[in-house]
C-alpha cells in the first residue's frame, strides 16, 4: 500500500481519519488488522463490550480493539465515500469517489450495527442530521398551524358563548 493519505483527527462522533491531499476513486487506503476470532471467541468480546469487531465470514471475526488499527478510526456514514472489501480473508478500505483533503473518509457500517449499536436516530452523519434538522422544521411548522387553528376555535367559541350569554341576559347582540 502507499503512504498514508490521510490523518487521525478530531470528528463530529469523536476520532476520524481526514484525508491530507486529493485521493483518487477506488484507491485501497487502509486495511482492518487485528487478532482473528472464532465465533465462541467473537461473542465473548462482543458481550464484554467490544465495538471494534468485523465479520470476515461465518467462521472468523477479526478484533480490531488494537490501537495501532488505524483503521478503527474510520467513521460510519450513511453517506459514504469508501467501502471495504475483503480479499483472502484480509479486510481492506477503499474510496468509492474521488475525496478532496480535509475531507472525513467513512464507511458504512451495515444495518445490523447501526441498529444494535448506534441506534438508528442517534447516527450522526450528515445526511441524517440534516433528515433530523428538516423533520423537525416540519414538526414545529405543524404545531404553530395546529396552535392557529386551535387558536380560532377558542376565539369562535368565546364569540359564540357571549352571544348565548346576551341573548339569556335578554341583551341585544351586536
Known sequence: MPARHFRLGR??????????????????IAEYKGRRLNVDQALKAENRGNRYLYEVNSKWTIDGTGHNNIARYFNHSC????DTFIKQGRIFIRTLRN???????VYDYGRDYLKNVIGLSNCQCSRCRKRRAKRAVELREKRKRKA??????????RKKSRKTVRKKSGKRAR
Open 11 to 28: 470528528s463530529r462522533t469523536g476520532l476520524g481519519v481526514f484525508a491530507t491531499r486529493p485521493i483518487r476513486k477506488r484507491t485501497r
Open 79 to 82: 453517506n459514504p465515500n469508501a
Open 99 to 105: 475525496i478532496k483533503p480535509g475531507q472525513e473518509i
Open 148 to 157: 392557529a387553528r386551535l387558536a380560532g376555535k377558542k376565539k369562535t367559541l
